[in-house]
């Protein structure tokens, strides 16, 4: 039987001839990505393997070309014995944010004492916090990858993983292992022992039945009913490492089965449950999320964005980590890459800017399509036109396709739908919103013209738009040290009323009417 070397670690590990690389990978614990199951379709999990004899090849994606010594893990075969080193690291931590939170938080009757854990559980990223919930004082935080991404990259996968034979067993692990990660770092960063004693964790509620180790599957059929929405206590011991014995966890309260914690927990951490006047708090992530505030009865609604705006089912997609581009303009081309040096992919905010700016300089029309012959000069030097259609090279080895457009496309179609209903139902115009509040990781980084330019929200909406970051983060820290502000939270979910998108009679007409782009925009 072949021998497989993990070259990051120097692990051994035996495989049958003719099995299946990535499997084999994963088994053996490498940090690797495959969000198309797969499926070969994806790209992310590529490896460079020695020597290549032992190995069949991969072929080549649109974008970027594989080379003989560079796979698709899940397209290959082991043949014999066979280092592997993996390029396409998608599960270190991305960003530490320490600005995402403010420097102390008041604290009053915090869940615990000493060290607590605050966590934003994403369907895409991790975030966490650690506190001295005695002085309330933040000592540092950061973001990593869910592991779970390894199964699938949206809430309808994870839930038909869960039903699968030790699927739901394997997902609760992951989840425990991504926040056990963050924990440890953050542990070693701030130069604490083990020995938290208190955890929060905010997310939708899939997520959270993950973390509870309950089965997410009466979520994904009708009548889509949660097992629980309350704020459920878990042993933290039983979720991650690192826990005080006798420390719990507790998971907080979701307005809805799509509507979650998350959401309540960072709308009322930016105060908008005290609005007085009509604000729109969206959160930009693999579902969006948004709620309408400041009206007698607060309206909430969720939509599946997909995981296109955290980088992902992009061909160069990736993370907000080292080598992101996460800015960008055209004409002449200029890139603003995370760590500086040169880009190896491009993040959501990336994303964003680069859709505006082609849109701007003629690069892609309203029906979404990448056009070779139409920008300008300059920028129709990068375009290139392949087999899938035209192709913008943004720097070697990082291309945008036309399938990226369209990834794009269909997220930014369900944002708008969903927000144009919510607006609908309120009977309110899009220019009535006193405010526009968008949060989520990567909301803080995004160009508010470039969001409105490449139409993920009406271009009248809200004269006063500003991006909240994390709130989620902040709320899951604030429920951790405040009696007072859990309470706001649960009075919140009480009150607001939920609208079910896919059930109204004319929402499929709304999405497809809400998929073209706007006209060229003006620079």
């Known amino acids: 039987m072949p021998w497989v070397t993990l070259i990051e670690t120097g692990r051994r590990v035996q495989a049958e001839r003719g099995s299946n690389l990535l499997r084999i990978l994963l088994e053996a614990g490498a940090k690797i990505e495959s969000s ?3 499926r070969g379709t994806c790209g992310k999990c590529l490896v460079r393997v020695d020597p290549p004899e032992s190995a069949s090849p991969a072929g080549s994606r649109e974008g970027f070309v594989v080379a003989s010594e560079v796979v698709l893990a899940c397209q290959t075969e082991v043949t014999g014995d066979l280092s592997v080193e993996v390029i396409s690291r998608r599960f270190g931590p991305v960003r530490t944010a320490p600005e995402e939170l403010p ?6 009757e915090p869940l615990g004492a000493g060290l607590g854990l605050a966590v934003d559980l994403g369907t895409t990223t991790i975030a966490a916090t650690l506190i001295d919930s005695t002085s309330g004082r933040v000592l540092c935080s950061a973001t990593g990858m869910n592991p779970q991404t390894a199964l699938g990259l949206d809430v309808i996968t994870r839930i038909t993983a869960a039903g699968e034979p030790g699927g739901l067993e394997r997902l ?9 990660d963050l924990a440890g ?3 070693s960063r701030c130069g604490e022992p083990t020995g938290i004693e208190a955890v929060t964790v905010a997310g939708n509620p899939t997520m959270l039945h993950l973390a509870a180790g309950i089965s997410p599957e009466s979520i994904g059929r009708h009548p889509y009913a949660a097992v629980f929405l309350d704020p459920r206590t878990i042993p933290a ?13 507790t998971l907080l309260p979701s307005v809805s089965s799509f509507v979650g914690a998350d959401v309540a927990a960072g709308l009322v951490a930016c105060d908008l449950d005290r609005a007085v006047e009509p604000v729109l708090y969206l959160d930009l992530g693999t579902n969006g999320e948004m709620v309408l505030c400041g009206i007698e009865s607060p309206l909430a609604a969720s939509c599946a964005a997909g995981p296109a705006l955290e980088g992902m089912n992009i061909s160069r997609g990736m993370p907000a980590a080292d080598g992101a581009v996460e800015h960008l303009s055209l004409e002449p081309l200029s890139l603003e890459v995370i760590g500086g040096g040169e880009p190896v992919g491009i993040c959501g905010s990336g994303i964003v800017d680069l859709v505006a700016e082609l849109l701007r300089v003629g690069g892609a029309d309203s029906s979404g399509r990448m056009l070779a012959s139409g920008p300008l000069p300059d920028t129709a030097s990068r375009m290139e036109e392949g087999a899938g259609g035209a192709l ?5 080895g990082v291309g945008f396709t036309q399938k990226d457009l ?9 944002v708008l739908s969903g927000v144009r209903l919510l607006l609908r139902e309120a009977g309110l115009p899009a220019s009535g919103l006193a405010r526009l509040v968008v949060a989520g990781e990567f909301g803080r980084h995004l160009d508010p013209d470039n969001l409105i330019d490449a139409g993920f929200l009406p271009g009248d909406a809200g004269a006063d738009r500003g991006f909240a970051g994390n709130a ?8 951790l040290l405040s009696r007072p502000f859990r309470e706001r939270v649960a009075a919140f979910c009480s009150r607001v009323r939920t609208l079910d998108l896919a059930s109204l009679a004319d929402y499929q007409d709304l999405f497809m009417e809400s998929l073209s782009f706007p006209e060229r925009a003006s620079g």
């Open 103 to 108: 420097a102390a938080i008041p604290p009053e």
């Open 36 to 38: 198309c199951k797969g």
């Open 185 to 187: 770092l953050l542990l």
């Open 472 to 479: 989620s983060l902040r709320g899951a820290a604030a429920y």
């Open 406 to 414: 369209r990834q794009v496309q269909l997220a930014k179609g369900a």
């Open 392 to 396: 913008f090279r943004l720097a070697p």
């Open 172 to 180: 609760t692990s992951l989840v425990g292992a991504g926040i056990s």
């Open 237 to 249: 011991r039983d979720l991650i490492a690192g826990c005080a014995v006798g420390a719990t966890a």
